[in-house]
C-alpha cells in the first residue's frame, strides 16, 4: 500500500471516528420549561413509554437529551382533571447539514441514530381543566386556545406520524372534556 493511500484511509477512519464521537451520549441535557395554569402542579414526562423526566412543583425545568420521539407529558393538580401535552422535536437543519458535510451520509446516520440533529422547543405550557365552570362562556374561553394551539401544533409537524396521532388524540380528549364539564356548581 502506497503512502498516498494509508493517509487517505487513516483520514477516512479519523473522519469516521470524529463523527461517531460527535453524537456523544454524555452532552447535557436540553433544558425545557415547563409551566401550568394552575401553577404548582406536578407533571410527568414519557418518551417511546419510558420516565424521562419529573417537575414538581411546577413551573419547573425538564431535562431530557434530544430525539426524534415526542415527550408525553401529563400533570397533576387538585380540583383539576389530569392536563396533557405532546412535545415533538423537530429536525435542526444547521446540526444536520454539519453532520452531513463531516461525515456524508455515515455522519447523517450518527446525527440521527444519536438525536443530536433534533431539538426540542425552549419551553412548554399545561392546563389542566377545572371541575367545574361558572357558565359556558367560561368553560368555552378555556378549551378554545388551548385546542387552537393543539390544531397549530398538528398543521405544523411534518413527518412526525407519532407525534401528530398524539396530538389529535390530546384534542379529541380536550373535546370530551369540555362537553362533559360541570357548569354552574
Given at each position: 500500500?502506497?503512502?498516498?493511500?494509508?493517509?487517505?484511509?487513516?483520514?477516512?477512519?479519523?473522519?469516521?471516528?470524529?463523527?461517531?464521537?460527535?453524537?456523544?451520549?454524555?452532552?447535557?441535557?436540553?433544558?425545557?420549561?415547563?409551566?401550568?395554569?394552575?401553577v404548582g402542579a406536578t407533571c410527568e414526562a414519557r418518551?417511546?413509554?419510558?420516565?424521562?423526566?419529573?417537575?414538581?412543583?411546577?413551573?419547573?425545568?425538564?431535562?431530557?437529551?434530544?430525539?426524534?420521539?415526542?415527550?408525553?407529558?401529563?400533570?397533576?393538580?387538585?380540583?383539576?382533571?389530569?392536563?396533557?401535552?405532546?412535545?415533538?422535536?423537530?429536525?435542526?437543519?444547521?446540526?444536520?447539514?454539519?453532520?452531513?458535510?463531516?461525515?456524508?451520509?455515515?455522519?447523517?446516520?450518527?446525527?440521527?441514530?444519536?438525536?443530536?440533529m433534533y431539538a426540542y422547543p425552549a419551553d412548554t405550557?399545561?392546563?389542566?381543566?377545572?371541575?367545574?365552570?361558572?357558565?359556558?362562556?367560561?368553560?368555552?374561553?378555556?378549551?378554545?386556545?388551548?385546542?387552537?394551539?393543539?390544531?397549530?401544533?398538528?398543521?405544523?409537524?411534518?413527518?412526525?406520524?407519532?407525534?401528530?396521532?398524539?396530538?389529535?388524540?390530546?384534542?379529541?380528549?380536550?373535546?370530551?372534556?369540555?362537553?362533559?364539564?360541570?357548569?354552574?356548581?
Amino acid at each position: 500500500m502506497s503512502l498516498r493511500s494509508c493517509r487517505a484511509v487513516l483520514a477516512g477512519a479519523g473522519l469516521v471516528l470524529t463523527v461517531a464521537c460527535a453524537g456523544n451520549p454524555s452532552e447535557p441535557p436540553v433544558r425545557i420549561a415547563v409551566t401550568t395554569t394552575p401553577v404548582g402542579a406536578t407533571c410527568e414526562a414519557r418518551r417511546d413509554g419510558q420516565a424521562v423526566g419529573r417537575v414538581a412543583p411546577t413551573p419547573g425545568l425538564l431535562r431530557v437529551t434530544n430525539s426524534a420521539s415526542p415527550i408525553q407529558v401529563s400533570c397533576d393538580a387538585p380540583a383539576h382533571a389530569t392536563g396533557r401535552t405532546v412535545i415533538a422535536s423537530r429536525t435542526d437543519g444547521s446540526t444536520a447539514g454539519l453532520y452531513f458535510l463531516a461525515g456524508g451520509l455515515i455522519g447523517l446516520a450518527a446525527a440521527s441514530a444519536t438525536g443530536a440533529m433534533y431539538a426540542y422547543p425552549a419551553d412548554t405550557h399545561v392546563a389542566l381543566v377545572p371541575q367545574s365552570f361558572p357558565d359556558v362562556t367560561q368553560r368555552d374561553a378555556f378549551f378554545d386556545p388551548i385546542i387552537a394551539r393543539l390544531r397549530e401544533q398538528v398543521s405544523g409537524t411534518t413527518n412526525d406520524a407519532p407525534a401528530v396521532t398524539l396530538m389529535e388524540a390530546e384534542i379529541v380528549r380536550l373535546e370530551g372534556l369540555r362537553q362533559a364539564a360541570r357548569i354552574g356548581v
